[in-house]
């Protein structure tokens, strides 16, 4: 039996050791010795440090799509920069930062696209997940490029378990989308793992031009030949296919009926058909934990397709119908942790990266290496009540070199009040699509946090600042009859972002509640533009009910949104230029309801989604769904 722990408890509620789940099997006393998967292998951190995390045992409790689902449940601070319909351009702005501020990893490695400058969270299939890592300000930038919004480390899937495991999910819910996904692991050789999995999602969505369909096969072989040392091979195949109409035309004689709205663009699509190879390692040097290594070999193949009518042709001798072009990248990062004293912590490491992009109708040719370096300091004595991290990181790219440094610090008054600050410096290399001629953007963004524990209840507030010189702005390149056919890039001069979060958090027995409020105020060239929302607030009530094993939780969700101009976003680019529209009125969601039942081993979820039909948008104009119901069921066997 080649198993020491158990595949995937799903009745944790919450994480507690991360080696102790189910008690070992029984081994004949001349059997090969079973090692234990390395817990850490994957992670962003085999020394443990403080930061935001979604595990496995959490994701059956959440009714999501994908990533971005996950990602606004777990922090609803991050404003969403959702596009509305399935599987879309779906992301965040992390403290008036843009989807180019976000950096998504899979085992430490990069996993956005060059070409691009950012990556679709839609694409990445949430049973490869064994933990979400996310980080934010001095961390964030420190251990990734491009990362002044947040840093998203995806740990891989960890299963370890002698007889089959099975776990197998269905969805089904509005504008026919449907979804399956199933995984199969095993061990089937001491101290190896296999683990297979698909997942199929498709819908037509509700506005014209808005369908969607992903394809995603994936598998890992993990050997583990001690119980401090852990390698995985990992191989994610991403057929992802969107209709991109580019939002409804600011003329459309409706924004809430679909048989009627006009979209943008009724003929342009995007695919891509990425593979994502990954070879990963990790060990603990010390057996007290104190020394540690871990690294990735990684290749991805991408071979992006933009399929338009004529009359989208960029210039005349842009005849062809379909604009495709390859995008490739082999790279290697290695990172040594290592903690010098009961003071003193230490992380540093590097990354080599070779990336190739053939030039497109949008994107401009790539061939060049990227290097990276960076150090980690954590100051923090045994009783706790102070922390200070600082670190900086140096980018070569481009025959440039590109410096971020930053520090924190965080103060215990009591067990009840924390205060911390964050302050870093950060730069943004230009993507493909914006022109790689460009000057990379300066951020100097900082927060300051205060934490307020009484009994069950739970406030933290933030107030933030980012201050961005030399921004990489857009706008719109038009036809002679004023159709916006693509976007041309450009350096500004500062654009500002000030603001305010404050999150709550109550829970009285079988109750609970959590609300947050956001105020933004922003600029560009020192004039007020009007981005975000004046305000962004919502709350949540939830009760929870259990019988045994069985457990039943149901609530409300309700969003508000104060008035804003927005953004619009081009698909063509992965651009955002001001919006096309006047200032939009103050909304909210139209209430979402939602129920939860864990029967066994077991899922059902049930939300119905804007139970009034209210029309509203987070990124103009880009209405979100109407009133829909989703249905979600996932069940393990052998768990």
């Known amino acids: 039996m080649f198993a020491t722990t158990d595949s995937s408890d799903v009745s944790l509620r919450k994480r507690t050791d991360g080696d102790s789940t189910k008690p070992s099997l029984p081994i004949k006393a001349d059997s090969t010795h079973l090692s234990k998967p390395l817990r850490t292998h994957g992670s962003l951190f085999t020394i443990p440090l403080k930061v935001t995390t979604t595990t496995k045992q959490e994701l059956p409790y959440l009714n999501f799509i994908g990533l971005h ?16 319909s399935y599987g879309q351009m779906n992301s965040f702005s992390v403290f008036g930062g ?38 934010t300000g001095t961390d964030a930038i420190i251990f990734s490029d491009n990362s002044n919004g947040a840093l998203i480390n995806i740990q891989e899937i960890r299963h370890d378990i002698a007889k089959p495991f099975t776990r197998i999910s269905f969805s089904q819910g509005g504008y026919n989308f449907i979804a399956s996904d199933g995984t199969f692991s095993q061990n089937f050789a001491p101290n190896w793992n296999a683990t297979l999995g698909f997942r199929r999602q498709s819908s037509n969505s509700r506005f014209t031009n808005s369908d969607f369909e992903v394809w995603n096969l994936r598998a890992i072989v993990r050997w583990s030949p001690s119980d401090k040392t852990s390698f995985s091979l990992s191989e994610l195949f991403t057929n992802h296919g969107i209709g991109t109409n580019g939002g409804l035309d600011s003329l459309s004689p409706s924004f809430s009926n679909e048989l009627i709205a006009v979209p943008m663009y009724s003929d342009l699509n995007e695919r891509v058909f990425r593979h994502d190879v990954t070879l990963a390692g990790s060990s603990l040097l010390a057996d007290d934990s104190s020394s540690t290594a871990s690294g990735t070999l990684y290749f991805s193949n991408s071979i992006w397709q933009k399929n338009r009518p004529r009359a989208l042709a960029v210039t005349s001798a842009d005849t062809i119908r379909l604009s495709q072009f390859a995008e490739q990248s082999v790279g290697a990062t290695a990172r040594l942790e290592q903690r010098i004293n009961s003071l003193t912590t230490l992380r540093y490491g590097g990354e080599a990266e070779y990336i190739t992009a053939e030039q497109s109708s949008y994107t401009n040719d790539i061939n060049g290496i990227k290097l990276a370096g960076y150090g980690h300091l954590v ?61 990379s953007e300066n951020t100097l963004l900082g927060f300051a946090s205060v934490q307020y524990k009484h009994d069950s209840l739970h406030i933290s507030t933030t107030v933030f600042s980012r201050l961005t010189t030399f921004p990489i702005l857009s706008e719109s390149v038009r036809d002679t009859g004023g159709f916006i056919l693509t976007s041309r890039s450009f350096n500004g001069d500062s654009r500002r972002a000030i603001g305010l979060t404050t999150q709550a958090q109550w829970k009285l027995g079988a109750l609970s509640a959590n609300g947050f409020f956001q105020l933004y105020q922003t600029a560009t060239n020192g004039t007020n533009d009007n981005r975000f929302p004046l305000f962004y607030a919502g709350i949540t009530a939830q009760y929870e009910y259990q019988i045994g094993q069985s457990l039943a939780q149901g609530g409300i969700s309700v969003k508000f949104l104060g008035s804003m101009a927005g953004e619009t976003f081009l698909p063509q680019t992965w651009t955002s230029i001001p919006s096309r529209t006047g200032e939009s009125n103050a909304t909210f969601n139209g209430i979402d309801a939602f129920l939860v039942l864990r029967l066994g081993n077991a899922f059902v979820r049930a939300t119905f989604y804007n139970i009034i039909s209210q029309t509203y948008y987070y990124v103009p104009l880009y209405p979100q769904l109407d009133r829909n119901l989703r249905l979600s069921v996932s069940w393990s066997f052998l768990d």
Request: net charge neutral.
């Open 98 to 135: 843009s989807l180019r501020d976000i950096t998504l990893r899979y085992d430490g490695r990069n996993m956005n696209s060059r070409s691009f400058g950012g990556v679709n969270l839609e694409q990445f299939p949430p049973e490869m997940i064994e933990q979400i890592e996310i980080l």
């Open 379 to 439: 100051l923090q004595p045994t009783t706790k009540d102070f922390m200070l991290r600082t670190g900086a990181r140096v980018l070569y790219e481009n025959a440039k070199f590109i410096p971020s440094l930053g520090a924190a610090g965080e103060l215990r008054f009591s067990n009840n009040l924390i205060l911390s600050l964050d302050i870093s410096q950060s730069s943004r290399a230009p993507s493909a699509a914006e022109g790689l001629g460009l000057t």
């Open 69 to 84: 689902d996950i990602i606004s449940q777990k922090v609803p601070i991050f404003y969403p920069l959702h596009l509305g």
